[in-house]
Structure formats: structure tokens, C-alpha cells
């Protein structure tokens, strides 16, 4: 991809749903931030087909709290939209407290999640600017992990820095984010915790799923479709604990 071209318009519209936070995050990304986009919108459709299991994987026995933690939250669309699915689903019987917490590595991508966070009133931990999890120093703490990463094969060279070309460049078979986050996610998830990541074809999910069960997870495609270019996956994650 190149700086120089224009995004093309996502291939399918938002779910529904989330069309009111896909609005506020488009009015807030400005040139600097990942825009929401095929992959965001079927990132979400997993969420909201997953709600009632995610409702499940809070770790507190004293509360309903659930600590919800996204790696490169971009414009926030994904966590301001599991926010509005938690605010209807978890009002029900499961009674959950969401709190969020964001990294990105951009810090246009910081500061947006954090306008889109207030405008939505999505309960907020924290959102910062930084790599990874190399900021969060605590083992097991997070209930849910989403990472929508830079995927796209590219040259080393297009991995550098913190503006927008780290949204997609994803290196070496668009793997050198996803493989250096897996382990690390697979440390601070709770052991109750859910992982969800989005892949393309180019990437080898079925490798993923692999190393995914090396690392002590179940490990299963949730998503799998055609979107514009993109043959996009979802991929879902649960640590292995003795009840599962
Ligand atoms: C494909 S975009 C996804 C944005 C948003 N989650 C979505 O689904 O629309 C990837 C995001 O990851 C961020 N990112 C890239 N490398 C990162 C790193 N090492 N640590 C944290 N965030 C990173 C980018 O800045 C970008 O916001």
C-alpha cells in the first residue's frame, strides 16, 4: 500500500448496529488514522455474534467487572462498538462491567480513540500510545483481547515510524506484529480470557491457529469471507483452562 493512494470505500456497509459509532469515529479520524473499513466491520460482526461468550470470560468472582484491552484501536470503532453491544447485552442477565483499555502505536490513533471513547461513553482504564503490551507490565489482568494488526505483506522499511503506513505494514507475510503479539497476549490474558484476531490469507491462519494452540489456546475461525481485496478471517483464542 502507499500513502499516495486513497483508500478505497469499505466493499460492504457496517453492521447496522454500529453505524452511529462508525459515524462519530469517521467524523473524528482525520488523514493520520486507519479509518474504519471491511476489516473493522467484520471484526465487529464476530463481537456481536460472540456477545453472550463474551459476556462469559470476565475472570473476577467478586464482580462483573471485565477488562477489555485493544491493541491498535485505530479511529476506537472496534472497542466503542463492543462497548454498545456490552451496554445492551450486559444490561440483561450477565449484569457485566466493561472497562477499556487501548494501545496504539500512532498517537493520532491514541488521541482519536480517546475523542471517540468520550463521545460514545464507552467506560475507559486507559487508552495509550506505545507498542504492544510492552506498557502493561501485569500478568493475566485482561478479559478480552482484540488486535485488528497491520497485516499486509510489505517491505521492512514501511514498518517504521508512527504514522499511518504502520496500520497495514505487516512485513515479512504481513506475520511480524501478529508473531510478536501472540505470546505476549497469550501472558496477560486472564484465564478465563478471550484473544480475537484479524487475519488475511496472505498471513496463513491455519499456522496461526497452530501456533495459537502451542501457546495453550483453543484456537478457532470464527469469520472467513471475501471483502473488496481482502480475503479477511477472524480468528478466536481462549486460554485452555481445566473446565473448558
Ligand atoms: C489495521 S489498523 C486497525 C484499526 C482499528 N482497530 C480498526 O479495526 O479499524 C491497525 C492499527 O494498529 C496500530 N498499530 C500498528 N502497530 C502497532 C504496535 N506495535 N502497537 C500498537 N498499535 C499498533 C496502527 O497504528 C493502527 O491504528
Known amino acids: ?12 456497509p457496517p453492521p447496522a448496529w454500529a453505524s ?22 467484520l471484526l465487529l460482526e464476530a463481537l456481536a455474534s460472540d456477545i453472550t461468550l463474551l459476556c462469559r470470560s470476565s475472570a473476577s468472582l467478586l464482580s462483573k467487572s471485565m477488562v477489555c484491552l485493544e491493541i491498535g484501536p485505530g479511529s476506537g470503532a472496534v472497542s ?3 462497548s454498545e453491544l ?15 483499555m487501548a494501545v496504539d502505536k500512532n498517537p493520532a490513533a491514541a488521541r482519536c480513540t480517546s475523542a471517540v471513547f468520550q463521545a460514545r461513553e464507552v467506560m ?14 501485569q500478568s493475566g489482568f485482561a478479559d478480552v483481547v482484540i488486535c ?10 514501511e514498518m517504521q515510524g508512527c504514522g499511518i503506513s504502520v496500520s497495514w505494514a ?25 484473544f480475537y484476531l484479524v487475519c488475511i490469507a496472505e498471513n496463513d491462519p ?19 469471507e471475501q471483502r473488496g481485496m481482502e480475503e479477511l478471517f477472524i480468528l478466536r483464542f481462549q486460554k485452555a483452562t481445566e473446565s473448558s
Open 1 to 12: 500500500m502507499d500513502d499516495d493512494i486513497d483508500d478505497p470505500e469499505p466493499a460492504c
Open 20 to 41: 452511529d459509532v462508525i459515524d462519530a469515529c469517521k467524523a473524528r479520524v482525520g488523514l493520520e488514522v486507519y479509518p474504519p473499513s471491511d476489516d473493522t466491520f
Open 80 to 82: 466503542a462498538g463492543l
Open 86 to 100: 456490552l451496554k445492551v447485552e450486559g444490561a440483561k442477565d450477565a449484569k457485566v462491567l466493561p472497562f477499556f
Open 124 to 137: 475507559v482504564a486507559d487508552v495509550i500510545q506505545g507498542s504492544l503490551t510492552d506498557c502493561l507490565r
Open 148 to 157: 485488528n494488526p497491520p497485516y499486509v505483506p510489505t517491505d521492512e522499511d
Open 170 to 194: 505487516g512485513g515479512s507475510r504481513g506475520r511480524e506484529v501478529i508473531d510478536v503479539l501472540m505470546p505476549k497476549v497469550a501472558r496477560i490474558l486472564s484465564n478465563r480470557g478471550l
Open 206 to 224: 491455519e499456522e496461526l491457529l497452530e501456533n495459537g494452540r502451542a501457546l495453550g489456546f483453543l484456537a478457532e475461525k470464527v469469520k472467513q
